[in-house]
Structure formats: structure tokens, C-alpha cells
């Protein structure tokens, strides 16, 4: 299915190309509030044109500079529609056919604007265009062609004066003998009641009726002959399946579905019929662009070959040069941790100093091959002819030599969709789900409501931190240091290696699983925990506001910039922390100090705490993605925490879930989707944020029009007083007196700040900077911090394959030390947070343990306000284990 937008006085034109005589058009459309005309025509002549889903013309502007015949102006490539032929005996027959109460009664319409223009154009009518009342149901109809050649189906609103229509549609070819069986409802088309999840958290089931067409389109409305509400492309999704719980998941990568059939037999019915349409048939879809080498063809000089090999051989000397540096900073650490506890130095004295000689000496070979690179790929770029735009290449400090993102890769495949997606049906048995997942994501027979009303208690405010609140944060002592601006290697590990795991995990939650190391990033959980204080000026200026509506507005706009710098992700899962795994970050250009750890390993939960001048903040969130076929889910569940200095306000909100969609097929993006609400606890004002799903875009491609945020804020009476529009990925404005035509921005999204970022897991800068050891933390670090994860750290290396071998071995000394633990009766506790009461937490959120009642009042785990003082001190706890 796709969605445009067809606006006022434009006519929409899908292409599709029937190679064969007697194959049949097939199709089917829904217009939202607002009717839509509709035809189909034939354009002269049998010679394919590159398939496309946007051809717009304007009806009022002139054609004749825009010929049909001229695909480069009206043709846009790419696979955004689904071109399918089949053999099939010729069949002289020619019909068109659609449903009943298609066109609309009342006054006749004045003959189409669009259809006096196609036929200028010198295409030939086949349905006259009509007026179809598709805004109260849903236009199907089919065409049998008498000739091959091109068709175009013609979605007309040239009679609207100002009103745009949104137009949900799909189009299918299917041979003579599926088109003689449609009227006969075949075994594996058929409709009923299901259960549907809603998308928004904590919403429970609804009851939808739900049909699957001929076609292999399933789609949905709120009863039989409502308008439908939505639809999936079954031969393309991946259906996993649990008969135990009655649960079906369609996920068609850029759409997830999670149904519950309403009895076993019901259940054996739907799959037995999603198994039937899946059975046969063959499909092709193919794209050319062009190839990498015919890119480079104006680069094959000598002279410009000799320069590139020796610019390569250089950096191989560099790396070389790194790594050994890096190997001697090991063993220098470890005979410094021995020179602390050996009373005779003297042997030790003379291995550091000749230690520190090698060093230097690396030091050098470090600098020598560093300013060779530099000249060696200076010269490539001042020799580089005047094409150099079509390169591949960026260069240092001239990114207008390269391509942008989307032409740097070029694509040659060739898939059959029916036979791949016939392996992409998952049985029960590899999709067990745990008994976690089924109490807080698919349980219940019926539709249920929950309750998310604040909770009325007065209370006193918990204590958050074993801080003096009148203490005064200084960071400027620390001082502050050079951070690097890209990581020691480029992106390394296969990413498509690891879907065969994948789908042998669908629908279970990733981080209890052990994943091979080509689908990390090299960043842990804690780490990302501390990227959500990327944008914290925001926060600092909320704090000098004294309307309580504009710092609630601008406490919203920290919550939702958040997601800013997951927009260059490449669909990589951070690494999963250790027990008592702790990471540290003090950044005294942005005014805060932040700590974060593992405090529960079965569900995983991390505790955050930051402090800063003008602020307060804290989280303590279960972690979880799940991959569902085709596209990933990432979850985060937990209460975010914000308290600003001089005000007495206390600020709650939670995070909706993010999706990387088009994981197995088509060009990857991350996509958020759901519902964030925002509360001010001790004024009563909340806000809501609406993260809206993508549209648009076609079947493997990015939606054309995503990543949109509305905000909508509430005064303590519940009545609108203002609204924040915009994108997550790029600025929010301020709607002035609710007016959508006056905007004031108040916040823009910073760009990457590294060059070539694509290469580097999509990390912006602040990520980058974010795993590396500095002089602030230089010697300070305790032995559980992060950045001493030798996984990790070889993995930012580019060394994948040691790494690998590190990452299972630390993961099994952890499970022998949990075992340690169990066998001696040892109780695991995070060191730097502790279980207190909370009443803004659900009572579900930290489970009770065993034979234990559940508990009347949430809980958390808070900051115990002891960590900053050891650090200062260095007196680190005796007990603290070695992790590594």
C-alpha cells in the first residue's frame, strides 16, 4: 500500500508497464474525509518506462514542456512501485469492473480538467475518469488489457479548489486465470474478527475486522463495510506466528502488526490462508542503477592510481603504529597497577622506563605518517578534474567533491519475492515468546483500556540524591580538553551475517540474547543513556524562564530532542552493559557530570543520574529491542526525571518506541512512532507529544514525509494554550497564539559535525566523543567504567573478529560469576543506586520477587549520591570485582 498526497487543482499518475496480453490491473483505493476522481489510460507505444509512484503534473501549467515521452522530467527511478509480471495464456477479453456505490450521486460534474490534458498529451482513454465516492468506502476494480504497453492510473483532484486528499492505494498485475477466480472467493481469501494492538503503549487490544483479498492485501476497518483503516502487503511481510497465545505478527518493514485471533481455530484458519496465498507464483524485482566503477571511469590515471596506492600504504603504516601504541598503554597500566603493590620498584622502574622510550618513539612514526597522509591525499584532491563530483570519495575538509548519502552505494539486485518470502514464515516453535512479554505486551482477550492518570498522592518528593541541595556545582576546576571528531575506525562487521539469528529470535527481547558482534555499535546503553544530554542547553534555559508554560514547553522540546542524533543510525543495537558496569561523563563545556549503571540484569535496567547548575535529571529504564521479521523495535520503558534550580517544578515523561524498518530489503531509516506525555507535578500542566508514523515513500523506500512531532500543551484545567510543530530530526517551532501560519523556532537539530559519518555507524559528533578517554578521566576511571571494555574498545578499533572473541569471553565470566554467586547465596546489588519508593513509577515496573505481593507504590532505582565524592577521593571500594 501507499500513501500520497494529491493536492488541490493536481492530478496524481501511477505508471505501471503489463508486458503481457490478457494480464489484469488490479486495484483498490481509500481517500480520507474527501472524494476522489478516477480513470486509467494507455500511453502509445510498447516500450517500457522506468516504474515509478510519483509522476505529478499541474493542471494549470504548461504540459507541453513536460512530454510523457521525456522520462527524465516526468519519470522519477527507483523502486517505489511494484512492477509484477506473470505468464499467463493470452485472453482476448477486455473488462473493467468495480464495486458498487463507486460514483457519486447529486449534480454532474463539468468534464475533467486532467482528462482534456492527458488526451493532449496523446494518451488514450480506456476508463473515463468518474467521481468516486471513496472517502465512506473502499474502490476496487480490475481492467483486463487487450495489448501490452504502458497504463496509467489517473487519481484526479483538479476539481478541488483548495483541498489536498490523502490517497492510500495498491496496484497489483495478476494473470487471466487469478482474474477468473476472483469472483469465486478461493480458499485463502477470507475475513473475520481479530484482535489488533494498539500503537500507542498501555492501550491494550481492539477488536477490527479484518479481510484478506485475492490480491495478498489484509487489510482493516472498524466493521464490514466501514471505510478501511489500513492494509499490509502480505507476499511481502514476514509472519511469525504462536499458537499457544494465538498471536499472529505481520511485519512488512516499513509496518508492524501484532493480532490475536479471538480462538485456536481462527488462528489455524488465518495462518493456513496467509500459508495458501504464499504458496505459488514468482515474482521479479530487479533495480539498475549505475555501478561503482562507471563512476570512476574519469580516475584511472596513473598518476592518480600511484598517489591512492601510497596514500593507502601510509595509512596502513598509521594504523600499525596506533595499534602498537595502544598495546603498550595496556602494559604500562598494568606494571603501574603492579608498582602499587610491590615494595621493590627497581626492576619495575627500569621495564617503564624503557617502555616509555618505545612510546616516544611511536609518538613519532605516529606524527611522520600522519602529515605523509595529509600531503599524499592534499595532492589527490588538488589533481582531481573538474567531475570530481561524481566520486565516491570525500576528502578531508571538501565534501562538495563527494556524492551525497544517497548515490554513494550503488545497487544492483535481483530477488524472487515470492520465493523468499515463503522462508520468512515463522513458526511457533522459533518464536516462543517469554512469559514477560506476554503479561505487559500481548495479553488480554478483550479490548482494554488503562488508566495513565497522574496520581493524585501529596506526598513529599522522594530524595533523588545524597547531595546537599544547596551545594553548587563547579565543573570549570575540572578544566576542559581536546575531544577527537571521528572514531579510530570506519563501521567494520556484516550486518546481513546476523539476520539468520535474527530470525531465529522474532519477537523475543534482544538484549537476554547473545548477539553476534557485527550488530553492535561501539557504544554501550549506558552511553546512550548520556546522549540524551546532547541538547541540555535547553534545559539551562528553561531554568532562567519564569512562565511555568514556557519552562514545561521548553522541558518537552529536551524530551523529543533526544531522538535528534538516532537519525544517521544504521541499524546497529548498542552493546549490552555488564553487571555493576558504570560509566561516567563529565563535560564542563556543557555544564553537567553524569553517572549511569547496570542495576538489574534479568530484566535489564540502567540507572542514570546528571546534575548540573541549572538542573536535575534522572531516568531509571528497562532497555529491550525486538526484531519482528523485517523491521527492529526499540523500547525503552521507565520515567524520565527533571528538576530545575530555583523552581519547584518536577517533570515526568516517558519515551515512545523507535523502529528501524527495512531490514531485510530496501534503504534502512529509523523511524519513531507513538505517544509522549510530558507533566509538570507540581503546577498541573502537561504536554503531549505526537510523533507521527512516516507516508509515502513506496514499498522499499523512505517515506517522503516522516519524522513530524506535534506537541500540544494543557494549563492545569486541561484547556489548549499552545502548540509545537515540527521534526525530531530537524527544528520545532512555536505556533504564535495558535496560529499554524506564524512560527517561531525554538530549537534546530545540529548536523552530524564529522565528515563522512555514514562510514562511522551514522555517530554525530557528541557520539563520537562519547567512549573516549580524555584527561579528565585519565587515571580517575574506576576498573567497571565503561571505556575499559577491551570488547568494546577493539571494536571502535576496527579489530571485529578479536573483538568477538573478547565479547564471549566477558559474557561467560559473567555467567560464572552470577553462578558464583547463586551457589554462595550472594545477593547481586548495583554499588551507586538503591531501591527506593516511587510514586511517578509504575508498581509493575521493578517486578516483586518470588512468593512476594506486588507492590501498592512504584519503585526505582536512585542515586545514592556517593560515587562523585569516591571519585574525588580515589578511594574506590575494596569489593569492587573485576569485570573484564
Given at each position: 500500500m501507499e500513501v500520497v498526497q494529491v493536492q488541490p487543482r493536481d492530478s496524481y499518475l501511477h505508471y505501471i508497464y503489463v508486458p503481457t496480453k490478457g494480464t489484469a490491473i488490479r486495484w483498490s483505493f481509500t481517500t480520507k474525509r474527501n472524494n476522489i476522481s478516477f480513470g486509467v489510460y494507455r500511453r502509445r507505444g510498447q516500450a517500457p518506462l522506468p516504474s515509478s509512484s510519483e509522476i505529478i503534473f499541474r493542471a494549470q501549467q504548461q504540459l507541453q514542456q513536460r512530454q510523457l515521452s521525456a522520462p527524465p522530467g516526468e519519470l522519477l527511478s527507483g523502486n517505489k512501485n511494484n512492477n509484477i509480471s506473470r505468464q499467463h495464456p493470452d485472453d482476448d477479453e477486455s473488462e473493467y469492473s468495480i464495486g458498487s456505490g463507486t460514483t457519486s450521486s447529486g449534480r454532474p460534474r463539468a468534464k475533467s480538467v486532467a482528462s482534456t490534458k492527458l488526451k493532449e498529451q496523446g494518451l488514450d482513454e480506456i476508463i473515463p475518469i468518474q467521481h468516486m465516492n471513496s472517502s465512506s468506502t473502499k474502490i476496487e476494480g480490475t481492467h483486463v488489457v487487450d495489448e501490452p504497453g504502458n497504463y496509467v492510473l489517473v487519481f484526479d483532484n483538479t476539481f478541488s479548489r483548495n483541498k489536498a486528499k490523502t490517497l492510500t492505494f495498491s496496484v497489483a498485475l495478476v494473470d487471466s486465470n487469478v482474474k477468473a477466480k476472483l469472483s469465486a472467493k478461493p480458499n485463502h481469501d477470507m475475513s473475520g474478527w481479530l484482535l489488533k494492538k494498539k500503537r500507542k503503549k498501555m492501550q491494550g487490544w481492539a477488536k477490527r475486522w479484518f479481510q484478506l483479498s485475492p490480491s495478498g492485501v489484509l487489510s482493516y476497518s472498524t466493521s464490514p463495510n466501514s471505510v478501511t483503516r489500513g492494509s499490509i502487503q502480505i507476499m511481502l511481510a514476514t509472519i511469525s506466528s504462536n499458537p499457544d497465545q494465538r498471536l499472529i505478527h505481520i511485519d512488512s518493514g516499513t509496518m508492524l502488526y501484532h493480532l490475536k485471533t479471538l480462538t485456536t481455530d481462527d488462528h489455524d484458519k488465518w495462518t493456513a490462508a496467509f500459508r495458501a496465498y504464499?504458496?505459488?507464483?514468482?515474482?521479479?524485482?530487479?533495480?539498475?542503477?549505475?555501478?561503482?566503477?562507471?563512476?570512476?571511469?574519469?580516475?584511472?590515471?596513473?598518476?592518480?592510481?600511484?598517489?591512492?596506492?601510497?596514500?593507502?600504504?601510509?595509512?596502513?603504516a598509521l594504523r600499525n603504529s596506533v595499534i602498537r601504541l595502544g598495546?603498550?598503554?595496556?602494559?604500562?597500566?598494568?606494571?603501574?597497577?603492579?608498582?602499587?603493590?610491590?615494595?621493590?620498584?627497581?626492576?619495575?622502574?627500569?621495564?617503564?622506563?624503557?617502555?616509555?622510550?618505545q612510546l616516544e618513539k611511536d609518538q613519532k612514526a605516529i606524527q611522520i605518517n600522519a602529515e605523509d597522509q595529509q600531503k599524499r591525499w592534499t595532492a589527490f584532491r588538488n589533481s582531481a578534474p573538474a567531475g570530481a563530483s561524481t566520486v565516491s570519495l570525500v576528502l578531508p575538509g571538501d565534501s562538495e567533491h563527494g556524492l551525497d548519502g544517497s548515490n554513494r552505494?550503488?545497487?544492483?539486485?535481483?530477488?524472487?519475492?515470492?520465493?523468499?518470502?515463503?522462508?520468512?514464515?515463522?513458526?511457533?516453535?522459533?518464536?516462543?515468546?517469554?512469559?514477560?512479554?506476554?503479561?505487559?505486551?500481548?495479553?488480554?482477550?478483550?479490548?482494554?483500556?488503562?488508566?495513565?492518570?497522574?496520581?493524585?498522592?501529596?506526598?513529599?518528593?522522594?530524595?533523588?540524591n545524597g547531595n546537599d541541595e544547596n551545594e553548587t556545582l563547579e565543573l570549570s576546576i575540572a578544566g576542559d580538553c581536546v575531544r577527537r571528531n571521528r572514531l579510530p575506525s570506519h563501521?567494520?562487521?556484516?550486518?546481513?551475517?546476523?539476520?539468520?539469528?535474527?530470525?531465529?529470535?522474532?519477537?523475543?527481547?534482544?538484549?537476554?540474547?547473545?548477539?553476534?558482534?557485527?550488530?553492535?555499535?561501539?557504544?554501550?546503553?549506558?552511553?546512550?543513556?548520556?546522549?540524551?544530554?546532547?541538547?541540555?542547553q535547553v534545559l539551562d534555559k528553561a531554568a532562567t524562564l519564569s512562565d511555568s508554560m514556557e519552562r514545561l514547553m521548553h522541558v518537552a522540546i529536551f524530551a523529543v530532542s533526544s531522538f535528534a542524533s538516532t537519525q544517521y543510525r544504521t541499524g546497529r543495537k548498542p552493546f549490552n552493559p555488564m553487571m555493576n558496569e558504570t560509566y561516567e561523563n563529565i563535560r564542563p563545556d556543557k555544564g553537567f557530570r553524569f553517572i549511569a549503571e547496570k542495576v538489574s540484569h534479568n530484566p535489564l535496567i540502567i540507572a542514570a543520574h546528571a546534575e548540573a547548575k541549572a538542573y536535575k535529571y534522572w531516568q531509571c529504564t528497562k532497555i529491550k529491542s525486538k526484531f519482528w521479521g523485517k523491521s527492529m523495535e526499540f523500547m525503552t520503558e521507565g520515567v524520565y526525571n527533571v528538576t530545575l534550580t530555583g523552581h519547584e517544578d518536577h517533570y515526568t515523561y516517558n519515551k515512545p518506541s523507535s523502529w528501524m524498518r527495512n531490514m531485510i530489503a530496501g534503504e534502512k531509516y529509523l523511524e519513531t512512532a507513538g505517544e509522549m506525555q510530558i507533566t509538570n507535578h507540581t503546577t498541573g500542566e502537561y504536554a503531549t507529544v505526537a510523533f507521527k508514523e512516516g507516508t509515502g515513500g513506496g514499498l522499499f523506500g523512505v517515506p517522503s514525509n516522516r519524522n513530524d512531532v506535534i506537541a500540544t500543551f494543557y494549563d492545569s484545567k486541561g484547556k489548549k494554550c499552545r502548540r509545537i510543530v515540527g521534526k525530531w530530526s530537524d527544528k520545532l517551532s512555536e505556533e504564535i497564539d495558535m496560529n499554524k501560519r506564524k512560527l517561531a523556532v525554538l530549537w534546530n537539530a545540529n548536523p552530524p559535525g564529522i565528515e563522512d559519518y555514514t562510514k562511522y555507524y551514522g555517530f554525530t559528533r557528541y557520539c563520537v566523543e562519547l567512549n573516549e578517554i580524555t584527561d579528565l578521566e585519565r587515571d580517575k576511571l574506576p576498573v567497571t567504567d565503561t571505556r575499559y571494555r577491551p570488547d568494546q574498545r577493539l571494536y571502535e578499533n576496527g579489530l571485529a573478529d578479536e573483538a568477538d572473541e573478547e565479547k564471549q569471553r566477558i559474557e561467560q565470566k559473567q555467567r560464572d560469576r552470577r553462578k558464583e554467586f547463586e551457589q554462595k547465596g550472594v545477593v547481586?546489588?548495583?554499588?551507586?543506586?538503591?531501591?527506593?519508593?516511587?510514586?511517578?513509577?509504575?508498581?509493575?515496573?521493578?517486578?516483586?520477587?518470588e512468593g512476594q505481593e506486588p507492590h501498592n507504590t512504584g519503585q526505582s532505582f536512585q542515586y545514592t549520591g556517593q560515587y562523585w565524592q569516591a571519585r574525588e577521593t580515589g578511594q574506590w571500594p575494596n569489593d569492587i570485582f573485576e569485570l573484564w
Open positions: 504464499r504458496s505459488g507464483g514468482n515474482i521479479e524485482i530487479q533495480t539498475d542503477l549505475p555501478t561503482a566503477a562507471s563512476m570512476m571511469e574519469d580516475f584511472n590515471s596513473p598518476n592518480q592510481q600511484d598517489n591512492v596506492e601510497k596514500g593507502v600504504k601510509s595509512a596502513t598495546d603498550n598503554i595496556v602494559v604500562l597500566r598494568a606494571l603501574l597497577d603492579q608498582l602499587s603493590h610491590v615494595p621493590q620498584v627497581k626492576d619495575l622502574s627500569q621495564k617503564i622506563s624503557a617502555l616509555n622510550q552505494e550503488s545497487i544492483h539486485r535481483t530477488m524472487s519475492a515470492r520465493s523468499s518470502v515463503s522462508e520468512q514464515f515463522f513458526d511457533a516453535e522459533d518464536i516462543i515468546l517469554s512469559g514477560g512479554d506476554d503479561d505487559g505486551s500481548f495479553g488480554g482477550e478483550e479490548e482494554m483500556e488503562v488508566n495513565n492518570e497522574d496520581s493524585s498522592d501529596d506526598d513529599d518528593e522522594p530524595e533523588v563501521a567494520v562487521g556484516d550486518v546481513g551475517s546476523a539476520l539468520s539469528v535474527f530470525r531465529k529470535n522474532v519477537g523475543k527481547d534482544l538484549s537476554t540474547i547473545s548477539m553476534p558482534i557485527s550488530m553492535n555499535e561501539p557504544l554501550n546503553m549506558l552511553q546512550r543513556a548520556c546522549e540524551d544530554l546532547e541538547y541540555c547481586w546489588k548495583p554499588r551507586w543506586f538503591t531501591l527506593e519508593d516511587d510514586k511517578y513509577s509504575d508498581p509493575l515496573f521493578i517486578p516483586p520477587a
